[in-house]
């Protein structure tokens, strides 16, 4: 396995796919995307992806009156985010990247099912790998996803791609005294008022010691930056390797 300083897990958001439309999926902010990632792979860096499911389908807001069951909600959740793996594969591939999806839910006709060491090898030979369908189980988040796909392969960071630079101690779009915190423990990530991600995907890098970066997404070149160590372009959780 080569060294795990050139891994990395990038989290997108299903929303972020959505652009200004909040539905769907955007082929102009696909195609952004692409050009950011195939600039890392162009710096040797090597890239797994997690994207949530929300624009599309979220389960718990599907769950919420009690109609459809949590469970089945999250099932459909997953189903959407294998649906944002494959466009996100086709920008990809179409930005001349070599790319394979890995689902956590057997989906034969449409891409692999997710096995941990064929995905180390794919990563080794320069393939950008996504990984789809959540952790294959209810109740958890892709999120959560995120954090075990980058402990599993050995990333040596998890990024959170959003929409804003860092994170705050309050929501810098109604606050305009909001404060951005450059460092932060994983124990005040965990504080109720700061989003960063859940508290079990906190608690699983926290236990692991794997660092979570969250950083915008819509500046070209913030995340070959911040991989290479640029820490003004983010906010960091836990303790960069």
Known sequence: MQSKRSRVLVKFSGEAL?????FGIDT???GFIASEIRSLV???IEVGIVIGGGNIIRGVSAAQDGVIRRTSADYMGM???VINAVAMQEALEHAGLDVRVQSAIELK???????YRRAIRHLEKGRVVIFGAGTGNPFFTTDTAATLRAI???ANMIIKATKVDGVYDKDPNKFSDAKKLDTLSYEEALDDRIKVMDDTAIALAK???LPIVVCNMFKAGNLLKIIQGDN??????????
């Not at 449409?110 to 096995?115: F, G, L, Q, R, V």
Request: net charge negative.
């Open 42 to 44: 162009e710096n040797k």
């Open 232 to 241: 003004g372009l983010c906010s960091v959780v836990g303790q960069r390797q």
């Open 79 to 81: 189903l959407a985010t």
């Open 28 to 30: 102009k902010i696909l």
């Open 152 to 154: 599993e392969i050995g």
């Open 109 to 115: 006709e449409i891409c692999e099912s997710y096995i």
């Open 207 to 209: 236990d692991n010691r």
């Open 18 to 22: 959505a652009g200004e439309n909040g």
